[in-house]
């Protein structure tokens, strides 16, 4: 079973600011395997970015993806009030679908 | 646009087994999907509109998910609970190797 881990733990940042997300893979994998969610408390979690780099239907310009083989970034160009949250990473490693830990993102 | 709403029992003693039901619109393979403050998220197992099934190894041996055409719904079955099994559990669309749609969620109670 493939592991995720995602890094930091906990991120402190102010709006405006520039946040970068990490999410290592145990084993290498394909691109299109790998996506990111947004959670908020008392909500289900929303996919943001889908095969490492597309954004889903709906997600501003200011989130991207990016990596490959075993290492995936998760960018925030500009952080806005509303994007203070938990971020998980999602791999599909056959049969079966893992989510890392998590990284929060704090004022 | 999708919907999903998860329904079922939200309190199970040990032993018992975890019935919940998902009411879909839209999709062609969905996935169940636990939260619980000590393992994360867990994915459980998924069907496909054609009712064939993949489990996650590490609960195999207690789920088995169903499929409603008539209903548009499938379910999910989890047999011999433990506090252990206590969580969120959401039911999700698949997008491909993701989920682009969840519902709102359930949190289902197991204790004595």
């Known amino acids: 079973e493939i592991v995720l881990t995602q890094s930091p733990g906990t991120l402190s940042l102010s709006p405006g600011e520039r946040a970068t997300l990490s999410c290592r893979a145990s084993q290498s994998t394909r691109s299109t395997y790998l996506a990111w969610y947004q959670q908020k408390p008392g909500q289900a979690p929303r996919l943001l970015i889908y095969a490492t780099s597309s954004r889903a239907t709906g997600i501003p310009d200011r989130f991207s993806g990016s990596g490959s083989g075993t290492d995936f970034t998760l960018s925030i160009s500009r952080l806005e009030p509303e994007d203070f949250a938990v971020y998980y990473c999602?791999?599909?490693?056959?049969?079966?679908?893992?989510f890392g830990q998590g990284t929060k993102l704090e004022i | 646009q999708v919907q999903l709403q998860e329904s079922g029992p939200q309190l199970l003693k040990p032993s018992e087994t975890l019935s919940l039901t998902c009411a879909v619109s839209?999709?062609?393979?969905w996935s169940w999907i636990r939260q619980s403050p000590g393992k994360g998220l867990e994915w459980i197992g998924q069907?496909?509109?054609?009712?064939?099934?993949q489990y996650n190894p590490s609960l195999k041996s207690r789920v088995i998910m169903s499929l409603d055409k008539s209903k548009n719904q499938f379910s999910l079955r989890l047999t011999s609970v433990t506090a252990a099994d206590t969580a969120v559990y959401y039911c999700?669309?698949?997008?491909?190797?993701?989920?682009?749609?969840w519902g709102q969620g359930t949190l289902v109670t197991v204790s004595s």
């Open positions: 999700a669309r698949h997008g491909g190797f993701d989920f682009d749609s």
């Open positions: 069907i496909y509109q054609s009712g064939s099934t």
């Open positions: 999602q791999l599909y490693g056959s049969p079966t679908y893992t």
């Open positions: 839209g999709g062609s393979y």
